[in-house]
Every structure is written in structure tokens, then in C-alpha cells.
């Protein structure tokens, strides 16, 4: 097949899709919550361009960076600004369109709005004055790093979204320890010029040995994903400057160590005494009190005595 048979193939696909979505339902008053590339232009969707072009407005989170997206796919609906300043003004001004039967897109600089951010209030006031929210999905760095990184299967497929990290070290170091407790996968974002400090902080949160995936540049040129045990994790970024430009997404992969046989940690002595304490108390205070006898960790006690 010539290039120029190719081409005419593909435009008449294109054209055959495009006719078939355009012929979906587009209802009025409706506000269409629409994902948008988080890197490549090429990851808009096609149901998504055609809300984006069938809409009286769009509402974005900065107008000046959605313009350049919008005039690469050749959309010309006016724009306003909706971001984390002006959100409740903005909701009403989008009611009030919605009021008169218009169709509003809702669009932040990158991927899903109202997710890691702003948009929900907006989502929030619309639906509250009785008017349609219509999510368009579409591109996710926080689904674009899962799917790269092995760290879920079809049998565990939970994870956990904790967005950025507090920016101050105390906050961060506390913050990293009680998301570093769940055992599923834990997606993060964090920023370039704070990236050492928080794999850092959670090398010392969550162990050496734990392991953690940096993706990197999700979809752009420069898209980088590896997974390295904590413990390593700085020096590999030391390796090379690169590392740690861009943008991120971390995940910090559950703990696989294996549990502890408490069988195997309890000495005769702790055990005769377990035994006497349960023959009057319930697992808990049994195990209560024999942490305080023994010094002994009250879950490995309360594991034991639940497994008599």
C-alpha cells in the first residue's frame, strides 16, 4: 500500500469514528468533566475533542497552557479560568450557563479534574443545583504508572492514591509513615526540587528493603520507569542528573516481607504464661497484659493467642 493510500485510509477511518461519535448523545445543560493528556497530544481522546468542540465554554485550571492543547486539535471554544483561587466564583458562573441551557467543559492543566486537582467544588455545585455532570475519561498518571509498574495484579488489583507529600520535613516524615502502614500499593506525587527528601524520609519510614517505583515523565519523551528497593533509591538517582527532572510519580510497593511465625518468637516461659492469662481474659487483654510482662510486642501476643 502507497503512503498515499494509507493516508486516505486512515482519514477515512478517522472520519467514519468521528461520524459515530458525533452522533452520540450530547445533552444541554451539562457540565462534562473531560480528561486531557498528561504529556502527549496524541493521548486526547476522540470522544473527548468532540466535547471539547461541542461545548459553549471550557472551564480551565490555566487557560494559557489549555490554549495550546485546544489549538493543536483545532478548538476554538472560548475559555475561562477555573482554578484553586477563584473555584466557588467560577461554579456559579458555570451554573448560571448551565441555567441557560449551556454545555460547559471542565478541564485541568493535565489528565482527570477534581483529582489531585481543582474542579470538585465545581462538580460539587453543579450537581447540588439539580444540572448533569458528564465524566469523560481519558488519560491518568496515577493509572499510566500502575499499569507500568507490575505493582497490582487481577487477584490484588487495591491500591492506595495519596497525592503530594506535605512540603515540610516533619509533616512529610509522618505523613509517609501511616501511608507506608496500608499494604497495598501507595501512588504518590511529588515535585522535582523535593524528590530526594521524600524517597529519603521514606527509606527511613518504611525500611531498605521495600521497594519503589519512580515514573517519570509519563507519555513525554523522556518517560523513565524503574523499581528499585528504598534502599538504593538515591544512589540511583545520584547516577545520573536526569533522574530527578521532570515530572512524578511514585509508588511505594507493599511490604513483602514475610510475617513472623509467632510460634517461633515465643519462648516456654511466655507461653505458659499466655495460656495462664487466657484461661480468664479475652485475646486482647491477655495480650495486653503480657506485652507489659514480657516486653514482647502486644501484636505478636495477640496473633498467637488468636491462633490458639
Not at 445543560?29 to 466535547?51: E, S
Not at 495486653?288 to 498467637?304: D, F, H, K, N, Q
Given at each position: 500500500m502507497t503512503d498515499e493510500a494509507e493516508f486516505e485510509e486512515l482519514r477515512e477511518t478517522w472520519k467514519r469514528l468521528a461520524g459515530r461519535v458525533a452522533g452520540q448523545s450530547w445533552p444541554e445543560?451539562?457540565?462534562?468533566?473531560?480528561?486531557?493528556?498528561?504529556?502527549?497530544?496524541?493521548?486526547?481522546?476522540?470522544?473527548?475533542?468532540?466535547?471539547l468542540l461541542r461545548c459553549d465554554a471550557i472551564a480551565a485550571e490555566d487557560t494559557r497552557s489549555s490554549r495550546a492543547l485546544l489549538d493543536a486539535w483545532g478548538v476554538r471554544t472560548p475559555l475561562m479560568a477555573a482554578h484553586r483561587h477563584n473555584e466557588n466564583q467560577a461554579a456559579e458562573a458555570i451554573v448560571q450557563r448551565l441555567a441557560r441551557g449551556e454545555r460547559v467543559a471542565l478541564i485541568s492543566d493535565a489528565g482527570a479534574p477534581a483529582v489531585s486537582d481543582p474542579g470538585a467544588r465545581i462538580v460539587r455545585r453543579v450537581r447540588e443545583a439539580g444540572y448533569r455532570v458528564m465524566p469523560i475519561p481519558g488519560p491518568s498518571a496515577v493509572i499510566a504508572a500502575l499499569m507500568a509498574s507490575g505493582a497490582t495484579t487481577d487477584?490484588?488489583?487495591?491500591?492506595?492514591?495519596?497525592?503530594?507529600?506535605?512540603?515540610k520535613a516533619a509533616a512529610r516524615r509522618k505523613w509517609l509513615q501511616a501511608w507506608g502502614?496500608?499494604?497495598?500499593?501507595?501512588?504518590?506525587?511529588?515535585?522535582?526540587?523535593?524528590?530526594?527528601?521524600?524517597?529519603?524520609?521514606?527509606?527511613?519510614?518504611?525500611?531498605?528493603?521495600?521497594r519503589l517505583t519512580f515514573a517519570r515523565e509519563l507519555s513525554k519523551r523522556f518517560?523513565?520507569?524503574?523499581?528499585?528497593?528504598?534502599?538504593?533509591?538515591c544512589a540511583w538517582l545520584d547516577e545520573d542528573p536526569h533522574r530527578g527532572q521532570g515530572e512524578f510519580v511514585l509508588i511505594l510497593h507493599p511490604d513483602e516481607t514475610p510475617a513472623a511465625d509467632p510460634e517461633a518468637v515465643l519462648a516456654p516461659e511466655h507461653v505458659r504464661l499466655m495460656e495462664a492469662l487466657l484461661e480468664d481474659l479475652s485475646v486482647r487483654d491477655?495480650?495486653?497484659?503480657?506485652?507489659?510482662?514480657?516486653?514482647?510486642?502486644?501484636?505478636?501476643?495477640?496473633?498467637?493467642?488468636?491462633?490458639?
Open positions: 445543560a451539562c457540565l462534562y468533566v473531560v480528561a486531557t493528556p498528561i504529556g502527549n497530544l496524541g493521548d486526547l481522546g476522540l470522544r473527548a475533542w468532540q466535547a487477584e490484588a488489583p487495591g491500591y492506595a492514591f495519596a497525592g503530594f507529600a506535605p512540603a502502614r496500608l499494604d497495598v500499593p501507595v501512588v504518590l506525587f511529588e515535585s522535582p526540587h523535593r524528590l530526594r527528601a521524600s524517597v529519603a524520609d521514606l527509606a527511613a519510614a518504611c525500611g531498605s528493603e521495600r518517560e523513565q520507569i524503574h523499581t528499585v528497593p528504598l534502599g538504593q533509591a491477655a495480650a495486653r497484659i503480657g506485652a507489659r510482662a514480657t516486653g514482647l510486642p502486644r501484636e505478636t501476643l495477640y496473633a498467637w493467642a488468636l491462633r490458639r
